[in-house]
């Protein structure tokens, strides 16, 4: 009788899980067709550059000059398939991949896509500079000045697949990135003295990128520990859905299903930044973030951990891009009481904002700031007071109780209630992400002072590609803190 009816319950749940993966099969197929009504690939969705450095070429291209001269040859690729295509396809002025437009990164002489070193007359410190997913090394130009005005080698690098095509991601793997790091920290390394500090600093994926080789690092290796780690919009954890689109990947193999490959598929107008979104670069940052959270524990376990540089990290409250709850959970109460910060900008209490704000942003926001271990310092940047734009600095230092107020020289803007994944490293006159204008005007689109009114379902953009701030009002309170931690490391 007991077997009869453990047969049968084995059976029902059989039956259970075969029903959910047959619905869970036809949702994802019927999904996957229904993106053939979406708008058509273009030639910069599915052309490839031969020349891109991956990790099988770590063996061959073994210093920054080689990475560079391979570089140069994935840029002449990327102009001949520019010249190639020029006769078939429209006309549009901000098409970047269209020679005179104004988006076209190459206009101004330099294209700011690529590595760039900054070497100064006398060295005292070096850093490399990662940027994030789907970016360039223009990302970061404003952090790499001030640190070449300080007296810091740099080295702004350029992640395989990013500022040429947005199909290059759709095949990049987050092993090639790591490749790519390691060449250039060892790059960075050389240049320095053993006295001499050595930074990374990582922008969202790349956050996630200088974790990986710091671990790498401290775990047995050759590699020089960095003296510093500085993270920007960290992407220490993806949503677990991102899992999924490995399913989608291989149905857009199928050429009747190719559009499934994308999640998004949008006009490129933005000459350092890709539009269009594969779903295999949101696959590779959850293989990444699964990777750096697994060696953690590991490292934990081993007692490695006690060895990891101190973070120094700037995160928005809000960020639609990255789970922010994580840099808390998953790094943060797990780092070493070794002197690190979390610097966390809170949304903006002008008005009557606070009632639209969703709630589980300040719920996270005090948790961050009365319920934490104390092992690292944390502050918070926010409204001096009710409805007052200005803002001030709430720190409270690691082991000590209490936060201590600091007024800072810094305003929201009107009409902005936060800032965004995206906002936080670039300053309020950046040329391109500026809310404000710059004080150079190289008459690339300014597309951070774009705000456009009609009716909804109007444009092919979704509105949060043209609501979403590009630049941040508080930039300064960023790089006095990076001076500031240069000049005690003196």
Not at 200 to 214: C, E
Not at 217 to 237: C, F, K
Not at 383 to 408: C, K, T, Y
Not at 465 to 490: H, K, T
Request: charged fraction near 20%; aromatic fraction near 10%; proline fraction near 6%.
């Amino acid at each position: 009788m007991i077997n009869k009816t453990a047969g049968k319950v084995v059976r029902l749940a059989g039956f259970i899980i075969s029903s959910f993966l047959l619905v869970a099969a036809t949702l994802i197929v019927a999904y996957a067709v229904s993106l053939r009504d979406g708008p058509d690939l273009q030639w910069w969705h599915n052309e490839e550059i031969s020349a891109e450095f991956h990790q099988s070429d770590q063996f061959e291209v073994t210093t920054l000059e080689q990475y560079l001269t391979r570089e140069r040859v994935v840029f002449q690729e990327l102009e001949t398939l520019v010249d190639n295509h020029a006769p078939r396809q429209a006309k549009q002025r901000l098409n970047r991949y269209r020679k005179g437009n104004d988006s076209y990164p190459d206009k101004s002489g330099e294209n700011l896509n690529r590595s760039s070193v900054l070497r100064p007359a006398e060295t005292v410190g070096g850093v490399l500079l990662l940027h994030g997913m789907t970016d360039s090394p223009y990302t970061l130009r404003s952090l790499a000045a001030m640190f070449y005005a300080k007296g810091f080698y740099v080295l702004n690098l350029r992640m395989p697949g990013h500022g040429t095509l947005p199909a290059e991601l759709d095949r990049v793997q987050w092993q090639d990135w790591l490749a790519a790091v390691q060449l250039g920290a060892r790059d960075v390394a050389g240049q320095l003295g053993s006295e001499q500090p050595f930074y990374i600093v990582g922008y969202s994926n790349g956050a996630s990128l200088a974790l990986k080789y710091s671990m790498d690092s401290i775990d047995g290796t050759e590699l020089r520990t960095p003296d510093h780690l500085v993270l920007l919009s960290p992407m220490i954890a993806v949503d677990a859905l991102a899992s999924v689109s490995r399913l989608f990947y291989w149905l857009g193999h199928l050429e009747y299903l190719q559009k499934s490959r994308w999640v998004d598929i949008y006009p490129e107008y933005d000459p350092h930044k890709y539009n269009s979104f594969p779903m295999n670069a949101g696959l590779q940052s959850y293989k990444l973030t699964n990777t750096v959270q697994e060696q953690m524990r590991r490292m934990q376990a081993a007692g490695q951990w006690q060895q990891m540089p101190p973070v120094l990290t700037f995160q928005s409250l809000v960020d639609s891009t990255v789970l922010a709850s994580a840099v808390v959970d998953k790094l943060y109460e797990k780092l070493p009481d070794n002197g690190s910060e979390l610097v966390l900008f809170d949304v903006n209490h002008m008005g009557e904002l606070d009632e639209y704000i969703r709630p589980e942003h300040p719920l996270f926001l005090q948790r961050t700031m009365y319920e934490g271990s104390g092992k690292y310092t944390v502050s918070v940047i926010t409204n001096r007071g009710e409805n007052d734009p200005a803002v001030l600095e709430l720190r409270q230092a690691a082991g000590i109780p209490g936060f201590v107020q600091r007024s800072l020289p810094y305003r929201w803007p009107d009409e902005v209630f936060s800032l965004s994944h995206v906002a936080l490293p670039f300053p309020l006159d950046d040329e391109i992400y500026g809310l404000e204008s710059a004080q150079q005007d190289s008459r690339y689109p300014h597309l951070g002072r774009v705000q456009m009114l009609g009716e909804a379902r109007t444009l092919i953009l979704p509105p949060a590609l043209l609501q979403r701030l590009r630049s941040n009002p508080f930039y300064g309170y960023i790089e006095a803190r990076l001076e500031n931690l240069i000049d005690a490391d003196r």
